[in-house]
């Protein structure tokens, strides 16, 4: 089973590539030419898409709430998995990502990621800072955001979310936009942070109703912060026997 696994995860590694390589052509559009930002998301979903179908693993995409593509969001996703990163370019709203950046290290992919996203280091104040600022500057261009409200993959026992910062609320009640919880509730099975093997599966991502932001102040920051998180760890514990009936099968 351990072979077969290793098979599965050389041969995503080569769809990867492929898939990468052949849109990064086009992903130097937005780079080079900024007022082409929206280009990032098309290309986000393109790739997420192609990846899947190329490594045959099935997805489903659920919305709950109406996304209107027209306006801004903030997207908040948990984060147990790799493999998060594409299934929230399943995402039918145009984003960019805020992330950590240890990608940049990564060859072509990091350049590029770096470019086209917002790269944070945790660990350091100046950087969060300079993050923060920064996303705030992305949405008075127009852009909506992904963030990553645990700060990265840090969970110390799967799939329990861990404590949220509050830079995604933060930003969110400042530019008055919405916040829309999301659920990834099989990746962390899927593709384990601490084994980098793929193996079979559904994925899965649901988009919550939007949390709506007007007339909110920085005060309201926990609240928001506390909401958020209640929908998302309440449908995570929805998904208790499926979670079993999947890491049997694999």
């Known amino acids: 089973m351990r072979f077969l696994k290793w098979l599965y995860t050389a041969w995503g590694m080569i769809v990867f590539s492929v898939v990468f390589f052949s849109l990064l052509p086009l992903l130097l559009i937005p780079i080079f030419f900024p007022s082409q930002y929206k280009l990032v998301g098309i290309l986000n979903r393109i790739w997420a898409k192609g990846l899947f179908i190329g490594i045959l693993k099935p997805y489903k995409v659920e919305i709950r709430g109406k996304l209107d593509r027209k306006k801004q969001y903030i997207f908040c996703p948990n984060h147990f998995s790799y493999i ?6 399943l995402n039918p709203v145009n984003t960019i990502f805020v992330g950590k950046s240890s990608m940049s290290k990564v060859p072509v992919f990091g350049w590029m990621y770096s470019k086209l996203h917002i790269t944070v280091d945790r660990s350091n104040l100046k950087s969060r800072y300079s993050s923060l600022i920064q996303s705030m500057d992305a949405i008075d261009q127009g852009k909506s955001l992904v963030i990553y409200p645990e700060g990265g993959i840090v969970t110390k026992k799967d799939p329990v979310i861990a404590r949220f910062k509050d830079g995604a609320f933060r930003v969110a009640i400042e530019k008055q936009i919405p916040i829309v919880p999301v659920t990834i509730p099989y990746n962390w099975i899927i593709l384990p942070p601490y084994e980098f093997l793929v193996w079979r599966g559904m994925i899965k991502v649901i ?3 939007p949390i709506e932001t007007t007339g909110l102040t920085l005060a309201d920051v926990d609240t ?8 998302m760890n309440q449908e995570l514990n929805k998904h208790v026997e499926s ?4 890491k049997r099968m694999i």
């Open 243 to 246: 979670y079993t009936a999947l």
């Open 84 to 89: 998060d990163i594409p299934t929230m370019g």
């Open 224 to 231: 928001l912060r506390d909401k958020t998180y209640a929908i």
């Open 207 to 209: 988009f919550h109703e």
